[in-house]
């Protein structure tokens, strides 16, 4: 069994209880497949492609807000 730590505390307790504890950043698990080539990305590939959607996001969230209106939310660091 594996359980994510998502805050520090719960760390320890987990081990504790016989619980082992991973990493709760996704990147390094992650996997893309090339449709048109038909072969799965290496993982700076897969990790290229994840930092272009992250830094495309804040403009599209500005430009979503601005459409849908005040009453919209919009998680933001």
């Not at 594996?2 to 504790?16: C, I, V």
């Not at 996704?26 to 993982?43: N, Y």
């Not at 599209?60 to 009453?71: F, I, R, V």
């Amino acid at each position: 069994m594996q359980a994510w730590q998502l805050a520090r505390p719960s760390g320890p307790s987990a081990r504790l209880a016989g619980v082992s504890c991973g990493s709760a950043d996704p990147v390094p698990e992650m996997a893309g497949f090339d449709c048109g080539e038909g072969r799965r990305l290496s993982a700076a590939e897969a990790e290229d492609v994840l930092g272009l959607y992250l830094e495309g996001f804040a403009e599209s969230a500005e430009g979503l807000l601005a459409e849908l209106g005040p009453d919209a939310s919009v998680w933001t660091r």
